[in-house]
Each structure stands twice: as structure tokens, then as C-alpha cells.
């Protein structure tokens, strides 16, 4: 057997065991401490895969290192939003070592992006590849061709049976055992449901193990890092010249807007306050998040950088950060006005983290560092993940709502009941018992298993009672 059908034969073993342990630990809802352990055992088949890859060990440190740390916080909290997030996050961080850079610190946006689209493909097509062009049917049948093949064989088919037998013995003989057991053994009703979710795994686990080892590097086209249209100081400057009197003269109004108060808002706008101040936000967002892509652009397809369209890219930049202390400002009086709800909390954070991505475009690419920006807007986004676990959400949008009806302000407890098990302590006692028990649910098993579940199930579900009479 050669040495790619050996690495090509053990990353299908790797996946066949990943879409196995799958079915096993994701079974389960919601999810929990199945779905960390079947991510910390992806990560460890990425680590053996990632050894036979030309990848610095720098490199796979972080990536593996971030990619666990994602893994564990999938227990940590139970916002649907907040673990779409953070399964995101560990795509991404498993997604790094296919950057083609030697070092991540120096990799572009296009390296970035030409790693995202070799990803994609990895688990577009990664598991059909993994066998039908990197494994040779008979490559696999040397193994149990040999004596040690069959003597394995012969050793399932004897042992099998026996451990059949004595673990039925065992659940009759214990009632806890045998719920465990009963638990995770799959039902034969339902087997075709079980082979379709180990296929699905499968083709999904052996997809990431191919592309991870540098597989698909054929099927992702080479693209130039060169811009396809090259601007010169003339237009770049016109452009700056142009965007920066547009957004000095929005600022201008914010400004008066902000310093006038109500009074000149609805002599102008013919609005209320917070009617002022619920509109616009998500445009702002908008503006934010594409006039740093822009300023990106520019200094990319510029020939040559000049000291004026570096000044007034500094300028452009600056008037960007007015633009965004205006959003926030807006979303700080609409959420004064009107509470705070997972959008509002969601989006500000959002341009909270813009707000970070434009001080590091202004100390690396105005500064003729532009190489450094990629690393620092992944890395920047990575961390804004964590940081959202930390402070979590839900939890935050009960006590600002909760202060708010300790002021006397109108509260929609509607809107706090439909909050994740990671509000259920916070709002304890401030909301009935029924609506406490649609939070969390009382009876999950221990692939469910959250540290903030397991906390609001601490406070909301009744203790079990051992005073009961033996039967």
C-alpha cells in the first residue's frame, strides 16, 4: 500500500469513527456535552491528519487551540444564536491551516478568501473524493487479507455476541445500568434513521479530514493577489475628496441632531426622540461595514500611495468612527426607550467589533501595513465570539429589561420568556413558574448536558425526591 492510500485509508477510518460517535453524541436535543466531546474528537482526527500537511506548527497550535476552546463552549451556554456563533467559530479556526501563507500573521484577504472556498469544497465533495479517488477498494482488502485481518474478525465475531449476552444480564440486574445502556444503543425501529445520520457525518467529517489534508488544493482555482484594476492617485484622491464632504456633512447633522435634543428633532424630523432614534441604525451598520471594506479596496488598487490620499483616507476613517458613535448612540436611546431585545444586543455588538476592525485598519493598512489586517480581522472576529460568551446575552437582556420594570417602564415579559436556560437565573422570581419551566427543560440526559442549563435547572426544576416509598 503506498503512502497516500495509507493516509487516505486512515483519514476514512477517522471519519468512519467521527460519524459513528455522531450518531452516538448528537442524537440528543439540545445540544451539549455530546456535541463538545464529538467536536474535541473532530479536532483530535484534524490534529493526526494535519501532522502529514506542510503546516507550520505555529499554525496548527492556534488553530487547534481555538478550535477546542470553540468545542468547549458549545457547554457553556444555550442561546440558539450565541452556538450558531460559536460552531462558526470552530469551522473557522479549523479552516486556518488551508490559508496558503506560511505564516497566518501575513496572510491576505485573498489567501483568506481561497482558503474559505477550499473549504467549501472539502465538504461539498470531500467525502465522495475520500473514496472513490484516494482509496482503492482492494488497498483496503490487504488488511483483512492477511492473518491479522482474520484473526480480528474471528475475535468480533466470538466476542460480540458474548458482550450482547452479558450486557443484557447486567441491564436486568440494574435498572440504572440499563437505562444508560438502553439510552445510548440504538433502537432497531429506528436503523434507517441511524444510517442515514452516520452517512450524513460521514460524508461531512470525511470531507473536512480530505480537505484538511491538502487534497482539494486542485479543485480551488489560483487567483493573483494583484487588483484586476489599478487606480491612480487622481482617482483614488477624487474619490476620498468626494466621500469625505458626504460624510463630514451626515456628521455635521448627527451633531446638531445629538447637541440640539428633542426640541430641534422634531422641528426637522418631525419625530419623536426615540422615533429619531429607532431609525437609521441598521443603515448605519451598513455604512460602517462598507466604508471600511471600501477604504480596504482602495488601498489596494491604488499604484502608489501618496501622502494625500493618505490623509484623507485618515480623515475618511475618522468620519467612519462618527458615523458609528452616532449608531450606537441611536441604539443606546432606542434601547433606553424601548428595552433591550437579542437584535439590539446582537447588533451593537456587531458594530462593536467594527469599531475594533477600524482602529486596526487605521494602524495597519494607513500606515503601509496592509498585509497585517487580514490576521487581525479574523482574529479580532474569533475573539469577539468568546467575549460574547462571556457576557452572556440573554442573561443581559433579562436584568436591563428587569432594571427597567424596577423604574416603572413598561416591560414585555413576553419577549423575556421566549430567552434561553442562560436567563432562567436572572429571572427566577420575576416570572411565573410555567413560564420558568418552557425556559429549561428538566429532564435531559447527559448528552445534553450546559453549564448554564445545569445552572437553571439548579434553580427552576424541583428536586428529585429520594423519600419515596420503595418498591
Request: proline residues 3%; contains cysteine; aromatic residues 8%.
Amino acid at each position: 500500500m503506498s503512502v497516500a492510500s495509507r493516509l487516505a485509508a486512515s483519514a476514512l477510518a477517522l471519519a468512519a469513527g467521527l460519524a459513528l460517535a455522531a450518531d452516538l453524541l448528537l442524537r440528543a436535543q439540545p445540544i451539549g456535552a455530546g456535541a463538545t466531546l464529538w467536536a474535541l474528537a473532530l479536532v483530535a482526527a484534524a490534529a493526526l491528519v494535519l501532522r502529514k500537511r506542510e503546516v507550520s506548527r505555529t499554525t496548527q497550535a492556534i488553530a487547534l487551540g481555538a478550535a477546542v476552546v470553540f468545542a468547549l463552549l458549545l457547554s457553556w451556554r444555550t442561546a440558539p444564536l450565541l452556538l450558531l456563533l460559536d460552531l462558526a467559530g470552530l469551522a473557522a479556526a479549523l479552516a486556518l491551516p488551508l490559508v496558503p501563507q506560511a505564516r497566518l500573521a501575513t496572510a491576505s484577504l485573498v489567501d483568506i478568501a481561497r482558503g474559505g472556498m477550499e473549504w467549501g469544497v472539502g465538504l461539498v465533495v470531500g467525502g465522495a473524493y475520500l473514496i472513490r479517488r484516494d482509496v482503492q477498494l482492494r488497498t483496503l482488502q490487504e488488511p483483512l487479507r492477511s492473518g491479522r485481518g482474520t484473526a480480528v474478525a474471528r475475535g468480533l465475531l466470538l466476542g460480540g455476541p458474548l458482550v450482547i449476552l452479558f450486557a443484557a444480564l447486567f441491564a436486568t440486574a440494574d435498572a440504572v445500568f440499563g437505562n444508560l445502556l438502553a439510552d445510548a444503543t440504538p433502537h432497531l425501529g429506528g436503523l434507517w434513521s441511524h444510517a442515514f445520520r452516520i452517512a450524513v457525518w460521514f460524508w461531512l467529517a470525511g470531507g473536512v479530514l480530505w480537505v484538511l489534508g491538502g487534497r482539494s488544493r486542485t479543485f480551488v482555482p489560483h487567483f493573483e493577489a494583484a487588483p484586476p484594476l489599478r487606480l491612480g492617485a487622481v482617482e483614488v484622491t477624487l474619490v476620498l475628496v468626494l466621500l469625505d464632504l458626504l460624510f463630514g456633512a451626515f456628521v455635521l447633522v448627527q451633531s446638531r441632531a445629538f447637541f440640539g435634543g428633542q426640541a430641534w428633532v422634531q422641528s426637522h424630523a418631525h419625530l419623536t426622540y426615540a422615533q429619531y432614534a429607532r431609525q437609521g441604525f441598521f443603515q448605519l451598520l451598513a455604512v460602517a461595514g462598507l466604508a471600511l471594506a471600501l477604504v480596504v479596496l482602495l488601498d489596494w488598487a491604488q499604484e502608489r500611495r501618496s501622502a494625500a490620499t493618505t490623509v484623507l483616507a485618515a480623515i475618511f476613517v475618522l468620519l467612519v468612527a462618527a458615523v458609528m458613535v452616532s449608531a450606537l448612540q441611536r441604539m443606546r436611546l432606542y434601547q433606553r426607550e424601548y428595552g433591550l431585545t437579542e437584535l439590539r444586543l446582537y447588533s451593537t455588538a456587531f458594530m462593536l467589533w467594527l469599531a475594533v476592525v477600524l482602529a486596526w485598519l487605521g494602524a495597519t493598512v494607513l500606515r503601509g501595513r496592509r498585509e497585517r489586517f487580514a490576521a487581525g480581522l479574523v482574529g479580532s472576529g474569533l475573539v469577539a465570539i468568546v467575549a460574547l460568551n462571556l457576557v452572556n446575552p440573554d442573561a443581559l437582556i433579562a436584568r436591563v429589561n428587569l432594571d427597567r420594570a424596577a423604574e416603572g417602564k413598561q416591560v414585555d415579559y413576553s419577549y423575556l420568556r421566549t430567552l434561553s436556560a442562560d436567563a432562567a437565573p436572572t429571572l427566577a422570581g420575576q416570572v411565573d413558574a410555567r413560564a420558568m419551566a418552557s425556559l429549561v427543560a428538566c429532564d435531559t440526559g447527559w448528552r445534553s448536558w450546559n453549564l448554564s442549563r445545569n445552572r437553571a435547572q439548579d434553580v427552576v426544576c424541583p428536586p428529585s425526591g429520594d423519600g419515596g416509598a420503595d418498591e
